[in-house]
């Protein structure tokens, strides 16, 4: 069972270039979530969808668009990458309704030089 | 504006020393308190999580205490081993797709 699988693992990118992480779940869940992990800020909410073809702004969404056309399917975007966007990227996903799990993925360690 | 404040940043203790992890929040609509384990290049996973009608919960080791007075919640980890080493985050949720904000982290190390 693959749970949460993110896409690339690691990416170099230049100041200026654009890149897609992609994200795919296949649990079934309803609510997806892109956050950002940096030293001493935990993990902090980019953006997340509810359902497909729906989606929301987290804390820190400037800089990042999505896009979730299929249930499985969560995608960010960088479309002018900044070095403050040097981070890693975790993908998550859980059922509707209280209490339920929130699955993380592996990852997506991101370098903006 | 950080809504859950976690406390330490480090922590290290002796094999079998009980470390305790402490988080305050502030908005009332947090309804569901988890806590995560994160090991070195991997995502991180639910380790125990209560709900605010609740004072205590244990699974295993793991302790939560909760004061929702107070808006305080602690984690503790009895017996602690060097394999529980790893960064842990506590989270509240709320919101419309139930979504988790988390504390800064806490690394701890269990020395052998």
């Known amino acids: 069972n693959a749970g949460v699988t993110q896409t690339p693992k690691f990416r170099v990118l230049k100041t200026g270039q654009s890149m897609t992480l992609l994200c795919a779940q296949d649990?079934?869940?309803?609510?997806m979530y892109w956050y950002r992990q940096d030293p001493g800020m935990g993990l902090r909410l980019i953006h997340y969808?509810?359902?497909?073809?729906?989606?929301a702004k987290g804390e820190v969404p400037d800089g990042y668009n999505v896009s979730r056309l299929k249930k499985q399917n969560f995608l960010l975007g960088l479309e002018s990458a900044a070095p403050s966007q040097t981070s890693v990227y975790f993908c998550?996903?859980?059922?509707?309704?209280?209490?339920?799990?929130?699955?993380f993925g592996e990852g997506s360690w991101l370098t903006v030089v | 504006q950080q809504q859950v404040k976690q406390s330490p940043q480090s922590l290290i203790v002796q094999k079998g020393g009980i470390p305790i992890i402490n988080c305050a929040y502030e908005?009332?609509?947090?309804?569901?308190f988890p806590w995560y384990q994160q090991f070195p290049g991997k995502g991180p996973a639910l380790l125990i999580a209560?709900?605010?009608?609740?004072s205590e919960k244990k699974e295993g080791r793991f302790t939560i205490s909760f004061n929702k007075s107070a808006k305080q919640f602690s984690l503790h980890i009895m017996d602690s081993q060097p394999g529980d080493s790893a960064t842990y985050f506590c989270?509240?949720?709320?919101?419309?797709?139930?979504?988790?904000?988390f504390g800064s982290g806490t690394q701890l190390t269990v020395l052998p």
């Open positions: 998550a996903s859980s059922y509707q309704g209280r209490g339920n799990t929130i699955y």
């Open positions: 209560i709900r605010p009608d609740v």
């Open positions: 649990m079934n869940h309803e609510y």
């Open positions: 969808s509810v359902g497909e073809g729906t989606t």
């Open positions: 989270a509240a949720r709320a919101g419309s797709a139930r979504q988790l904000t």
């Open positions: 908005n009332t609509a947090f309804d569901y």
